[in-house]
């Protein structure tokens, strides 16, 4: 947060009206091909997942390797009230957020007693217990045959606008949060825990009150995710890797510590796993599409080589290069 | 009328004993030096006050209200401000939104905490330095943070832990001077820990010096120079602190 940013700022900037119109009208100007919708759907749940984050990591200093468990929660709470009870797991997209508080609450009993990598290793051990909980306890959520839900709507245009309103909820609440005294001490907190104090802030409740934020969303995006995909098993919504990791990876591509990060980091990310995954839409051979995750990998230390404050930490470094560039060429 | 009050606080970290029954008492107005050699528990008695860590006996009252068990935050939130002898600035932070991240101990809004930020920031000759990031600052200009954000949370009371410690001396006298208008123009007591005697006996009101956490002198800094104890504390048995004050 720099000291420009101050409340006489409008809290949506001119540029970013643009594209929040953009993303609302031109579904209806061009017609998306289906394929396009779900790339754009896939932005939209990382954008939530990599900014709810962003919060507790990049703004509060507490860095979370277990995200998948807020996500999978928020996801199997719209299911096992279709499961159990056949009510519309669009009830989840309400529930799934306060559900993940819940235990973002009760997980982080423990997990707040420990500071630093400890936190990280705690947090990616409760995300893994909830993995292999939910994976065996089958009476309660059909263990590894999953829960298969009828999607509500065949076309995903309804999904892109729910999305969409979900991933600018998140980024706007978290952009609102991070202009008040509570964004500013959680960047305390985040910069020096013991000087926090001395300034009057009451760490573990501003702890608490990121940690809450965060989950809710995370929440929100897993519950959004189990009505638009319409099957989730815990593999799937409570993996280490294929969430929680890259939950991270997205924080880092984009920006961690920063508002719009997780949004770039999102669409970077989608963008390189579906060229890899399509071999450059069939373009290059298809074992190219066996590498999508090393391509991804590799991305991700050139970044933290020389970007380490991402895509929009480092904008203003990544615009003079290619402003040198274009000077070069000129010549 | 005193501000606060130390009543044979004690510490003891497994068999050593930091602070041995230290008990004093600051008047409100006063500016009171807390000096002794490396070691004898100053920034000790410090974090005992902010409960940093707890005591182990004895209390501590602040404005008549008994803080010995209150947390770190709550003491801060009651008005009592300090620095750290190791500076903690928040690094990625400018200058300024260090100080009005600390001015939300008092103010609501963003705009109001901003106001009080940038009164502390020209009460400590921050300007120029306002909006580069904390982490690049000298140590001059770190000192000079840590005081403008303990201010800034509004405090009655304010401990400095060696902040003229490793300035040049137009820096001290820059230093010295703030010291002296934080008492004269916001009326805030001070309680300075020091090792530059320059500094401690040239704006001392009283002294009170310690050696291996107890209390071996305390008086007016002419007396608190003069005495035996002290000086056998601080420099063998066989010296001549008028000498060592003048050199």
């Known amino acids: ?331 | 009328m005193s501000i606060i009050t130390l009543d044979n606080v004690t510490k003891n970290f497994g068999g050593l004993t930091a602070v041995d029954h230290v008990s004093f008492e600051v008047q409100e107005g006063e500016i009171f030096g807390l000096i002794g050699p490396n070691g004898s528990g100053k920034t000790t008695t410090f974090n005992l006050i902010n409960h940093y860590f707890q005591v182990s006996s004895g209390k501590i009252i602040f404005k008549g209200q008994e803080i010995t068990d209150k947390k770190t935050f709550e003491i801060a939130r009651l008005g009592v401000g300090r620095t750290f002898q190791v500076v903690k600035p928040l690094k990625r932070l400018t200058v300024e939104d260090n100080i009005v991240a600390a001015s939300f101990a008092r103010e609501s809004s963003f705009n109001g905490a901003r106001n009080v930020a940038r009164e502390m920031i020209s009460f400590c000759h921050l300007e120029e330095v306002a909006h580069q990031k904390a982490g690049g600052l000298p140590i001059a200009g770190r000192k000079r943070l840590e005081i403008a954000r303990a201010l800034a949370t509004r405090p009655s009371l304010l401990l400095l832990d060696e902040t003229a410690a490793g300035l040049n001396p137009s820096e001290l006298d820059e230093a010295i001077d703030i010291i002296k208008n934080i008492r004269s123009k916001l009326g805030i007591t001070i309680v300075i820990v020091e090792h530059i005697m320059k500094v401690i006996m040239s704006i001392s009101d009283r002294i009170h010096a310690i050696a291996h956490g107890a209390t071996i002198a305390e008086g007016s800094p002419a007396e608190v120079a003069k005495n035996p104890t002290v000086i056998e504390a601080y420099l063998g048995s066989d010296y001549n602190m008028e000498r060592f004050l003048n050199a």
């Open chain 1, 1 to 331: 947060m720099t000291t420009e940013q101050t409340n006489k700022n409008p809290l949506i900037a001119k540029n970013e009206w643009f594209i929040i119109l953009a993303a609302v009208v031109l579904p209806f100007i061009f017609h998306f091909s289906p394929y396009i919708q779900g790339l754009l759907i896939f932005i939209m749940i990382w954008t939530v997942l990599g900014s709810s984050w962003n919060l507790l990591a990049g703004f509060t200093g507490l860095v979370s390797f277990g995200h998948a468990a807020y996500f999978g929660v928020g996801a199997y709470v719209g299911g096992l009230l279709y499961f159990h009870f056949h009510i519309s797991p669009w009830w989840g997209l309400l529930l799934g957020g306060p559900v993940a508080v819940l235990f973002g609450y009760l997980l982080g009993l423990m997990v707040f007693r420990l500071r630093g990598p400890y936190f990280a290793l705690g947090t990616l051990a409760s995300a893994e217990i909830l993995r292999i909980v939910f994976g065996q306890e089958e009476w309660l959520t059909n263990g590894h045959n999953g829960i298969l839900y009828i999607t509500t709507w065949v076309s995903k245009y309804p999904y892109y606008f729910v999305g969409l309103a979900i991933a600018l909820g998140s980024v706007l609440t978290i952009k609102l949060v991070m202009r008040s005294k509570a964004g500013f001490y959680f960047l305390s907190i985040r910069e020096d825990e013991d000087a926090a104090e001395a300034l009057g802030i009451d760490t573990k409740l501003y702890k608490n009150i990121a940690t809450i934020i965060s989950t809710f969303w995370a929440g929100t995006a897993g519950a959004f995710y189990m009505i638009y995909m319409g099957f989730i098993d815990p593999e799937v919504v409570f993996a280490l890797h294929n969430i929680s990791i890259i939950t991270i990876l997205v924080g880092i591509i984009g920006g961690v510590g920063t508002i719009w990060g997780p949004t770039v980091g999102a669409v970077i990310m989608v963008l390189v796993q579906e060229l890899f995954r399509s071999a450059f839409f069939d373009l290059a051979p298809s074992w190219v599409s066996r590498m999508h995750e090393l391509a991804f990998g590799l991305l991700v230390i050139f970044v933290i080589l020389y970007l380490a404050g991402g895509v929009v930490g480092d904008w203003d470094i990544i615009r003079k290069r290619l402003h040198f560039k274009r000077a070069e060429i000129k010549e």
